[in-house]
């Protein structure tokens, strides 16, 4: 079969992309093409595998296969077509997708997630490599064979005395935190800081490890009733409390006006979305100012908070009861109301249907097993696919980034952690108040004691009015076109979609990210 890997070629038989550390140390590119060169088979690149961690993708070719790697949480996204005799692979969907008709199947996936499920892509013979993956493909007959590598999600767990584990955890952090540290070898270090746990950890980390040359970015409106203004205060106080500097952008309707219609838009959108994700509306516009306004040196590594919650247990029903069993409706209602539900389905029955074509339960779980099977879709799907995929925008500028608390020790330890131990993020809570003491409230917490905004936000949810009060990407003016769907023109290969067929024209608006879906189909087209 005829090969075409359109990838970055670092060697005669190997490709690469992204930063990997091994033995206490970051690989150069020479280093890398030493420890594959002699790679022949999926046994012995297991093996490297099994030592090495840090975001990458990676392509091998050997006189019989070609073997394709991501990452444990897929930062770097590998593409593969293997059609008319010929085998493509590339790191963007859309560049491989020349004569590929949509896949309405998963374009319906895509609409309700936001990202495609599985292997898929918005594309009929377009596939990507899942997180963890070795995938390997056959040169002669274009076979292909998965292996997963690794998995955060455990089934034994270590029985660590808080006292021990709070200590590992700390260790831990501190660990994973200098090895940012390191990496950004003396390049202002940016963080996005919010008003929760994860980013505010970070700079805290930082702080307490001695870095100097950091930035602290917050974004959204500043309405004084929006939740995203409690956000931005205690980002600017967190920042000056320890000494780093601050910089905001403001997010407005007419700035993403701008920004969405600009003339390399199209483009941009597809670079992001990669024919797998819907626009990441959190950060574009953010990093579009940060670039254009020199806010941050070219050469900085953004080093945000993705995705400390989840390692820590916020994928775990907070109903969850570990004296009991579940079947599978239980297991399919708890992902339809969590993942598919970007767009207003007419019932919940309808949600649900969507959500069974996607994905298959067991018919019983142990309470135990019922977990791993919500954290497994979470880390596989929504994390990898949505959270770690907006490391794109990062790209876009031309900016570096690392993930610290996807880092294997830091998500190793938290998953050796009994999930009753971690439910409701209790322990992590803990942990932080003690480790990481802040005499300036979590935003969760001061809009808890705030009893004016807890009515207001809780009339507005039941008078469909959100908007008015969440409003913190400054675009939701934009989607008020979701009554009826009258001013988004729906490309015709997608109108027999079940999704849009079955979203009720009552509610007020979409998400977001539901219309940042429906942005990428409508820049579909291919050159």
């Not at 070719?61 to 790697?69: A, G, M, Q, S, W």
């Not at 444990?72 to 593409?79: E, K, L, N, Q």
């Not at 339960?361 to 791993?372: D, G, I, K």
């Not at 497994?376 to 500028?397: C, D, G, I, R």
Request: charged share 20%.
């Amino acid at each position: 079969m005829k090969l075409n890997i359109k990838l970055n070629r670092i060697s005669e038989n190997c490709f690469f992309e992204g930063k990997i550390y091994r033995k206490n140390s970051f690989l150069s590119t020479t280093e890398i093409i030493d420890l594959f060169r002699e790679v022949s088979n999926a046994e012995e690149l297991l093996r490297i595998l099994a030592d090495i961690s840090g975001f990458f993708y990676l392509a091998i070719e050997t006189e019989d296969n070609i073997f394709l790697v991501t990452d444990i949480v897929r930062t770097y996204p590998i593409f593969y077509r293997t059609a008319n005799n010929e085998i493509s692979i590339g790191n963007n969907a859309f560049d491989l997708a020349s004569g590929e008709k949509l896949s309405i199947k998963d374009v319906d996936g895509f609409l309700a997630c936001g990202y495609t499920l599985g292997n898929t892509t918005i594309f009929q013979n377009i596939f990507q490599v899942e997180s963890a993956n070795l995938l390997s493909i056959s040169k002669t007959g274009g076979k292909v064979e998965t292996i997963t590598y690794y998995s955060p999600v455990k089934t034994s767990y270590n029985g660590f005395e808080k006292g021990e584990l709070f200590a590992k955890l700390n260790e831990t952090y501190e660990k994973v935190v200098q090895k940012a540290l390191d990496y950004a070898n003396g390049r202002t270090i940016v963080v996005p800081l919010s008003g929760g746990y994860d980013s505010r950890l970070i700079v805290m980390t930082l702080k307490r490890l001695g870095a100097k040359n950091v930035i602290c970015h917050a974004y959204g409106t500043k309405h004084l009733l929006d939740i995203g203004h409690l956000e931005i205060q205690t980002s600017k106080r967190v920042a000056e409390q320890l000494g780093f500097q601050w910089v905001f952008v403001k997010y407005t309707y007419s700035e993403w006006n701008k920004l969405i219609q600009a003339q390399h838009a199209e483009n941009q959108i597809k670079y992001i979305s990669k024919g797998v994700s819907t626009i990441a509306f959190q950060d574009w516009l953010a990093i579009s100012e940060l670039k254009k306004q020199n806010l941050v040196p070219q050469n900085s590594v953004f080093i945000p908070g993705h995705t400390g919650d989840f390692i820590a247990g916020s994928a775990i029903p907070l109903d969850i009861d570990f004296n009991k069993t579940y079947g599978k409706q239980q297991a399919l209602k708890t992902l339809s109301k969590r993942y598919f539900n970007l767009f207003p389905f007419v019932s919940d029955d309808v949600q649900l249907k969507n959500c069974e074509t996607f994905v298959q339960p067991s018919e019983t779980y142990s309470a135990e097993e019922y977990v791993r099977f919500i954290e497994t879709f979470s880390w596989k799907e929504f994390h990898s696919k949505y959270a770690a995929h907006s490391a794109q925008v990062y790209n876009l500028y031309g900016y570096d980034w690392y993930f610290p608390l996807w880092e294997r020790e830091i998500v190793d330890l938290w998953f050796s952690v009994h999930p009753k131990e971690k439910a409701g993020r209790e322990l992590y809570k803990e942990f932080t108040e003690k480790y990481y003491q802040s005499s300036i409230p979590y935003v969760f917490n001061g809009l808890n004691k705030n009893f004016f905004l807890r009515v207001l936000f809780k009339l507005c949810k039941v008078l469909k009015f959100e908007f008015l009060v969440n409003n913190q990407y400054g675009i939701y003016t934009r989607t008020k076109f979701s009554l009826f769907f009258k001013k988004i023109p729906v490309p015709n290969e997608i109108k027999d979609s079940f999704v849009l067929k079955n979203s009720s024209r009552k509610l007020r608006k979409i998400s977001i990210n539901g219309f940042g879906s429906l942005q990428v189909l409508l820049n579909n087209s291919v050159a």
